[in-house]
């Protein structure tokens, strides 16, 4: 539980009153400011005791060779590390020669506070000297959304009973290779101990090679080379003084370090302020003494128009960000404030990324070595397609850039088309386990289920026909090659040999997820080359001269979409999650101790792969994904097969299973998901929120408010509602855009309320009954009730005899299905 005496609840605010260093390496995530570009955690600005030390800038990394105990052809051979850049927080305070240090100052008060309109990190405390002296502090620090590449941060001192000296020292320190300034090992990125393949590797050697730094009055520079990437970067920093004392400034500079030391002789109650500024610019290969010019560009039009300017236009942005992003829940404040905190970090994570991906951990630790993973398409991409669409047009944008790589490890794997890397920063795979990385294939489908979803909610076919239609094609040539027709009893089409998003389950045939996500894909495939040659004729053109298409692939597409194989029992009436999941024995997940959680960090995974055991949701995401391909029974059978069985070991399951649990009925199982993934890093339930925030997670809490309890869906570019409010909910409200127009959707016990607040009418359906919501008015639609009710959970209960589909008899434990308060018939044949 959240110690709300230490973290009080504010609806804009994310709040700490109580300095303590437990759980540092927490507050240091959720602290954190970034842009999606550039991301500092909330270390202290004293810059000394941390969990981790981090500046983070997205696709900035070092690359090495992975070293495979036995190798085989195909391994994934090229690691690659995002690099902890240079440390500009860093502002010491030297009140009469002592220092200020948190863990053993007399602090009288403390408050921190990220705030949520202005995206400003501050902090205020009252310093008791062991001299007598009482020290008021003020610090803020702030990542620009306007200006990717700048930080502004700012120190005010204020010695409050006595006259004083005071020295503040202001350093940019390249703490990467993991020491400080005085040569002492330091906590560091990749400095953590015990196992947990999750977090990021250590590198052995220096990474970042110095090449240009100097000094000049208030002005520093330090450039660096990436030792194997070559990358290149630079930072510059600048400082204004403000006070009625008297300065004196002494810098000096040195290959990773430049500090401007500031010494004021300070009158009892008069305050001096420093206000440092940071552009940090990266390159794949522009030589750093041209990223030190860019970088004083910068500052000196920040210089210019002043650095409250630039507050303002940061909350300028933030304003506009959340009038079209809020969710409102009312009367749940605690609710609420971790609500904002997930959608800002959203921003955090996305905003200013650009035409680079969204890493899994955004720019607030090193966790997952900075990496891609699908956890953009499927997760994040939903809030930035309905929210901003731009920004989700530039996230697609890093896939179309990393085509060519793709299609070069499509060749490497024998297959045609193109295959994304399952996590990457520079398109190339960098995977060293391929059961369950490489072999998830399903990440081709998950890019054009993104690409898809965009086009279908913003109606922008002509990104489709720029160049997104490549992606499509090369994605589908995949599947009819990597799969294969059977003809026995009829043709059928199988894929074998993949893992779907469960990891606890690894290469295995016919995975009812990969199978109907690659099913979308061929036909979506089919579908989009019609569009463009129809809409888009000379792009057409160009598109088959880029792909050599051929026009015949189309029909090859949809025969092997119509022969696909969905697994499905008609014995269990569920779809197994793969063609012999069933034949394994359940794992007894009820007693499994706690500390035996997660099983990766526990267990072989051979161990686990001989088990009925799920890491996330597999078939139920899918179940999600395309809603429309399966019915009511089988949701809800799937969902109650496949609940009990389900670890939540992955931050990626919980909001799934929120999701799918509201729309079949199960109202405080559904609140349950969402509430533990509501504070998965607020409360650091998964014990690794010091390595990040799990960005995928935050993504996941807006599908589950707008998709789980609002009821929205948009199968086939329909978009439809059919809500689910929570009982302790008087209201909940939501933003979204809808092909151009601006919607404000309200859900209260009795009605659904849809205004158009830009844009043209939108038709649209509310629980089968279709509706035209209109500009400048408000569509209401009573509503009964709240949807299906079930109580209680799913369970797991022996079953001593059971018939497989082909008659025989199995022993296994299998979760039971519990007694539906509405009868509902079998689908006798399976179809979905």
Do not use: C
């Amino acid at each position: 539980m959240i110690d709300r005496d230490r973290f009080p609840v504010d609806e804009w605010k994310l709040v700490e009153r109580i300095y303590s260093d437990e759980r540092m390496g927490l507050t240091e995530t959720i602290f954190t400011v970034a842009n999606g570009y550039l991301g500092m955690r909330g270390n202290s600005s004293e810059g000394r005791d941390a969990h981790e030390h981090g500046t983070f800038i997205n696709g900035f990394h070092e690359v090495w060779p992975i070293r495979h105990a036995e190798q085989a052809y195909g391994f994934a051979e090229v690691g690659q590390t995002i690099v902890n850049v240079p440390d500009t927080k860093i502002i010491r305070l030297y009140v009469d020669d002592e220092p200020l240090v948190l863990d053993v100052a007399e602090l009288l008060t403390f408050e921190r506070e990220l705030d949520f309109r202005d995206g400003v990190l501050r902090r205020e405390l009252l310093w008791l000297t062991p001299s007598g002296k009482r020290v008021r502090v003020k610090s803020d620090r702030m990542v620009s959304f306007v200006e990717r590449h700048l930080a502004v941060m700012s120190f005010e001192v204020t010695v409050e009973n006595a006259d004083a000296t005071v020295v503040l020292s202001s350093q940019s320190l390249n703490r990467q290779d993991g020491e400080d300034e005085f040569g002492r090992t330091v906590p560091g990125a990749q400095s953590s101990t015990g196992f947990d393949p999750r977090r990021a590797e250590r590198l052995a050697e220096r990474v970042l090679q110095p090449v240009e730094y100097w000094q000049q009055d208030d002005r520093s520079a330090l450039s660096f080379r990436v030792t194997h990437s070559h990358m290149t970067m630079s930072v510059v920093t600048d400082h204004i003084v403000e006070t009625e004392n008297e300065v004196h400034m002494r810098p000096s500079i040195a290959p990773d370090i430049a500090k401007n030391v500031y010494q004021v002789r300070a009158k009892a109650g008069v305050p001096v302020k420093l206000t440092k500024i940071a552009a940090y610019h990266t390159s794949r290969s522009v030589p750093p003494r041209e990223l030190i010019d860019r970088g004083q560009r910068l500052l000196d039009r920040v210089l210019d128009s002043g650095v409250e300017e630039q507050r303002q236009l940061q909350r300028e942005w933030l304003d506009a960000f959340w009038e079209r992003s809020d969710v409102e829940i009312a009367g749940q404040a605690e609710i609420q404030q971790a609500v904002r905190w997930n959608l800002f970090m959203l921003a955090q994570a996305a905003a200013r990324a650009d035409s680079s991906g969204v890493p899994a951990k955004g720019l607030t630790g090193s966790g997952y070595s900075g990496h891609y993973f699908w956890d953009t398409e499927i997760y994040v991409m939903p809030f930035l397609t309905y929210t901003s669409p731009l920004f989700a047009r530039n996230a697609l944008k890093m896939r179309e850039r990393m085509l060519p790589a793709a299609r070069k490890r499509a060749r490497q794997l024998n297959e045609g088309g193109a295959l994304f890397p399952w996590r990457t920063i520079s398109g190339e795979e960098a995977s060293a386990y391929y059961a369950a990385g490489t072999a998830q294939y399903h990440i081709n489908a998950d890019v054009t289920y993104a690409i898809a979803k965009y086009v279908r909610a913003t109606g922008d076919a002509d990104f489709l026909a720029r160049g997104a239609i490549d992606m499509v094609v090369e994605t589908a040539r995949l599947w009819t090659t990597l799969g294969f027709w059977r003809h026995t009893e009829g043709s059928s089409f199988h894929i074998h040999g993949v893992t779907g998003p469960d990891e606890y389950t690894t290469v295995v045939n016919d995975n009812l997820f990969t199978n109907v996500m690659a099913r979308f894909n061929l036909r979506y495939a089919a579908e989009s080359v019609r569009v463009v040659a129809d809409q888009f004729p000379e792009a057409y053109t160009r598109m088959v001269e880029r792909v050599g298409f051929d026009e015949s692939e189309i029909g090859e597409w949809e025969r092997a979409a119509e022969a696909m194989v969905i697994p499905y029992s008609k014995a269990f009436t569920i779809h197994p999650q793969d063609a012999h999941f069933l034949d394994r024995e359940v794992w007894d997940l009820e007693n499994t101790p706690p500390d035996k959680l997660p099983l990766l960090l526990h267990y072989h995974p051979l161990v686990i792969y001989r088990f009925q055991v799920l890491k996330q949701a597999d078939v139920v995401l899918a179940l999600f994904l395309l809603a429309d391909e399966f019915s009511d029974e089988m949701k809800r059978n799937d969902f109650d097969y496949y609940d009990p069985l389900t670890t939540g070991d992955s931050t990626l399951s919980a909001v799934v299973q929120s999701i799918i649990a509201a729309e079949i009925g199960y109202r405080d199982l559904a609140m349950e998901y969402f509430d533990h993934a509501l504070f998965v890093d607020l409360d650091d339930l998964h014990n690794n929120a010091s390595d990040g925030v799990h960005v995928a997670s935050t993504g996941g809490v807006w599908s589950s408010l707008v998709y789980g309890f609002g009821g929205m869906r948009d199968s086939g570019g329909h978009l439809t509602f059919d809500p689910r409010l929570p009982a302790e909910w008087p209201s909940l409200r939501y933003r979204m855009r809808w092909q151009g127009s601006r919607l404000l959707v309200t859900l209260t016990k009795k009605e659904l309320l849809i205004a158009v607040q830009s844009g043209s009418d939108v038709p649209l359906t509310v629980r089968g009954d279709k509706y035209t919501a209109r500009e400048g008015s408000v569509l209401r639609v009573p509503l009964r009730d709240q949807g299906p009710v079930l109580t209680g959970r799913p369970t797991v209960q022996q079953w001593s005899k059971t018939r497989r589909d082909d008659g025989s008899l199995l022993t296994a434990s299998i979760p039971t299905l519990p007694d539906w308060d509405t009868g509902i018939g079998t689908d006798a044949d399976g179809a979905s």
